[in-house]
Nanobody
Framework: QLQASGGGSVQTGESLTLTCEAS????????WAWFRQTQGREREFVAS????????NYGSSVKGRFTIRVDDDRGTAELRMSGLKPDDTAIYYC?????????????????WGQGTLVTVSS
């Protein structure tokens, strides 16, 4: 139900924007989030935003470099990433849930996207 796109390969310090589309959720009061995962590790919270950009939260490793925005009318959420580092290399997943407190926890997410790969080389 969620379609993530925008991944790719970039160099250290470059920027990339990921997009999550969910037309079925357009105009619905969903909160959105992005998580990321590397092989052998648990899925890590990256950022979340409440319905209508009511408030956002970021993981400590990306705060100040990443920005999450949502367009509720279109049912899309963006993750704008700047100052990328090799440690940001991962598969990024978008997520949605009815409440901001639920979407920030991977165990209570209601909908997941399929993942998009981001590779940052030094």
């Amino acid at each position: 139900q969620l379609q993530a796109s925008g991944g790719g390969s970039v160099q250290t310090g470059e920027s990339l924007t990921l997009t999550c589309e969910a037309s079925a959720l357009a105009s619905e009061r969903y909160a959105w989030a992005w998580f990321r995962q590397t092989q052998g590790r648990e899925r890590e919270f990256v950022a979340s935003v409440a319905w209508h950009n009511g408030g956002s939260n970021y993981g400590s490793s990306v705060k100040g470099r990443f920005t999450i925005r949502v367009d509720d009318d279109r049912g899309t959420a963006e993750l704008r990433m700047s100052g990328l580092k090799p440690d940001d290399t991962a598969i990024y997943y978008c997520a949605a849930a009815k409440q901001a407190s639920l979407v920030a926890n991977r165990r209570t997410v209601e909908f997941w996207g399929q993942g998009t790969l981001v590779t940052v080389s030094s």
